[in-house]
T-cell receptor, first 111, second 114 residues
């Protein structure tokens, strides 16, 4: 059974600082998603990572995937208040659209 | 494109009542799914469909039924609501295959069972 763990579950950080959210998964998978969710809202797709060593960047967010270590990271650079949200990773396999989600990381950026 | 739409946005049911949560997409996606989101547990897959006439169970299917008569619609039926089904329900859709396909989520339905 595929299990997906995120850490930390809660993260409070100051504006301007850098930090990383980790996503570990238990079985071989080849599709990794990162989503953002604002309170009371739906999920917004941030990144889709397919291959080992894949790295994608959008603004202050950068996601990477190490399929051998079964690990993905979401790195935040010079955090700003607008990045406050809950971030989820989700894992699936090519040819099978079912996703298994992590429990989420609630990120709060303090001015 | 409206994307993925869900109705209603909010619903309160009494224990034992039945209802249908509606989900529709206008992107001609073959894959559709239903998730529930509970505090501290992330999203869990209830049922999914890879095309019209094809459905299958996800991680937490008990108490829910689905059908897929058209590509566009994928309703979720609660047969006899229980307080444990109080949750936020999200419908999602995507293309299928081996590409980097995004899954698009609807706005959600917040369900309370008393």
């Amino acid at each position: 059974e595929l299990k997906v763990e995120q850490n930390p579950l809660f993260l409070s950080m100051q504006e301007g600082k850098n930090y990383t959210i980790y996503c570990n998964y238990s079985t071989t998978s080849d599709r990794l998603y990162w989503y953002r969710q604002d309170p009371g809202k739906s999920l917004e797709s941030l990144f889709v990572l397919l291959s080992n060593g894949a790295v994608k960047q959008e603004g202050r967010l950068m996601a990477s995937l190490d399929t051998k270590a079964r690990l993905s990271t979401l790195h935040i650079t010079a955090a700003v208040h607008d990045l406050s949200a809950t971030y989820f990773c989700a894992v699936g396999n090519l040819g099978n659209e079912k996703l298994t989600f992590g429990t989420g990381t609630r990120l709060t950026i303090i001015p | 494109n409206a994307g993925v739409t869900q109705t209603p946005k909010f619903q309160v049911l009494k224990t034992g009542q039945s209802m249908t949560l509606q989900c529709a997409q206008d992107m001609n996606h073959e894959y559709m799914s239903w998730y529930r989101q509970d505090p501290g547990m992330g999203l869990r897959l209830i049922h999914y469909s890879v095309g019209a006439g094809i459905t299958d169970q996800g991680e937490v299917p008990n108490g829910y039924n689905v059908s897929r008569s058209t590509t566009e619609d994928f309703p979720l039926r609660l047969l006899s609501a229980a307080p444990s089904q109080t949750s936020v329900y999200f419908c999602a859709s995507s293309e299928t295959g081996t590409g980097a396909y995004e899954q698009y989520f609807g706005p959600g339905t917040r369900l309370t069972v008393t």
